[in-house]
């Protein structure tokens, strides 16, 4: 669906949980974001609806995201329902890959058709600081079992803190392609000073070629990362929301004050 600037809209990214099992420094204030009550989530079904309708509406690109998506109960089931919907080109995952060991094999088999995987840095001690606990052990683990399930053009997101990690970059680019994998390198955003780049070897931070716009968990349609304005498809209704969440889609982002990032899924 073309919005009012000639911008083919046409990808989802679908927070499917507001919950995480790491509290990464630059995605989560330290003490942590007010839990949502468990029916002010969208359920299963609202998630398989809202992807008709965005289908009907020319989408066919979609990922699933979060706070955390493999730490959603049943998510296997999630991606086999969204997986069959004609009119899925694309359905990936963008994960911490913590819970890959255990899920990997069967996201492949449900239908997942790709993987991102977050991975800020490879000396564990940096690792563990910028998640604020997680071992560096368990998402090399997750990465290794990835390739073993056969998700093949992974690619691996790091955020890059001046001063903290950027002297890791070809590191971790070695470590891509020792993988087969590519990495992106996405400069730590501020959502509240409105702080935003470009993306280091993958597509986003062009506004005037934004193709996206996002769901939150507990059913908002965002028009932009960096912008308050959203619209809820349980009041207004799946395709007027995303009409209006189109229509009033910015030119360019500016900032973004009522949300953390990790409620609205990167
Ligand atoms: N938990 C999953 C993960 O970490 O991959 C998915 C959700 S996370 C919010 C999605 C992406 O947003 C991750 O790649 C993460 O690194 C990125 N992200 C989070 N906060 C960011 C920030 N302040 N600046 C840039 N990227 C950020
Ligand atoms: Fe969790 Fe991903 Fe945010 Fe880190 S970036 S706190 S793993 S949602």
């Given at each position: 669906?073309l919005?009012?600037?000639?911008?083919?809209?046409?990808?989802?990214?679908?927070?499917?949980?507001?919950?995480?099992n790491?509290?990464?420094?630059y995605?989560?204030?330290?003490?942590?974001?007010k839990?949502?009550k468990?029916?002010?989530?969208?359920?299963?079904e609202?998630?398989?609806?809202?992807?008709?309708?965005?289908?009907?509406?020319?989408?066919?690109k979609?990922r699933?995201?979060?706070?955390?998506?493999?730490?959603?109960r049943?998510?296997?089931d999630?991606?086999?329902m969204?997986?069959?919907?004609?009119?899925?080109?694309?359905?990936?995952?963008?994960t911490?890959?913590?819970?890959?060991?255990?899920?990997?094999?069967?996201?492949?088999k449900?239908?997942?058709?790709?993987?991102?995987?977050?991975?800020?840095?490879?000396k564990?001690?940096?690792?563990?600081?910028?998640?604020?606990?997680?071992?560096?052990?368990?998402?090399?683990?997750?990465?290794?079992?990835?390739?073993?399930?056969?998700?093949?053009?992974?690619?691996?997101?790091?955020?890059?803190?001046?001063?903290?990690?950027?002297?890791?970059?070809?590191?971790?680019k070695?470590?891509?392609?020792?993988?087969?994998?590519?990495?992106?390198?996405?400069k730590?955003?501020?959502?509240?000073?409105?702080?935003?780049?470009?993306?280091?070897g993958?597509?986003?931070?062009?506004?005037?070629?934004?193709?996206?716009?996002?769901?939150?968990?507990?059913?908002?349609?965002?028009?932009?990362?960096?912008s308050?304005?959203?619209?809820?498809?349980?009041?207004v209704?799946?395709?007027?929301?995303?009409?209006?969440?189109?229509?009033?889609?910015?030119?360019?982002?500016?900032?973004?004050l009522?949300?953390?990032?990790?409620?609205i899924?990167g």
């Amino acid at each position: 669906m073309l919005d009012q600037y000639n911008r083919d809209i046409y990808y989802l990214r679908i927070a499917v949980t507001d919950l995480c099992n790491l509290r990464c420094t630059y995605c989560m204030p330290k003490e942590g974001i007010k839990l949502k009550k468990h029916e002010e989530i969208l359920s299963f079904e609202d998630f398989f609806e809202i992807v008709k309708v965005a289908i009907k509406l020319g989408f066919y690109k979609f990922r699933l995201t979060g706070g955390e998506p493999l730490v959603r109960r049943g998510i296997i089931d999630l991606v086999k329902m969204l997986a069959q919907i004609n009119g899925v080109k694309t359905l990936a995952m963008t994960t911490n890959g913590l819970l890959l060991p255990q899920y990997a094999k069967e996201l492949k088999k449900a239908g997942l058709s790709r993987l991102n995987i977050s991975l800020d840095s490879l000396k564990p001690e940096k690792y563990k600081e910028i998640t604020r606990g997680g071992k560096l052990e368990d998402v090399l683990a997750g990465i290794k079992s990835s390739c073993e399930a056969g998700f093949e053009k992974t690619k691996l997101n790091a955020v890059i803190v001046d001063g903290f990690n950027d002297d890791e970059k070809d590191n971790l680019k070695k470590f891509a392609e020792e993988n087969k994998m590519k990495i992106r390198f996405i400069k730590k955003m501020d959502l509240k000073s409105g702080d935003y780049y470009g993306v280091e070897g993958g597509e986003g931070g062009d506004c005037s070629i934004c193709n996206r716009i996002r769901l939150t968990a507990d059913g908002k349609l965002r028009s932009c990362l960096f912008s308050d304005y959203e619209v809820d498809v349980r009041q207004v209704g799946i395709e007027q929301a995303f009409r209006q969440v189109i229509g009033n889609k910015p030119a360019k982002g500016e900032k973004s004050l009522k949300r953390e990032m990790i409620e609205i899924g990167g």
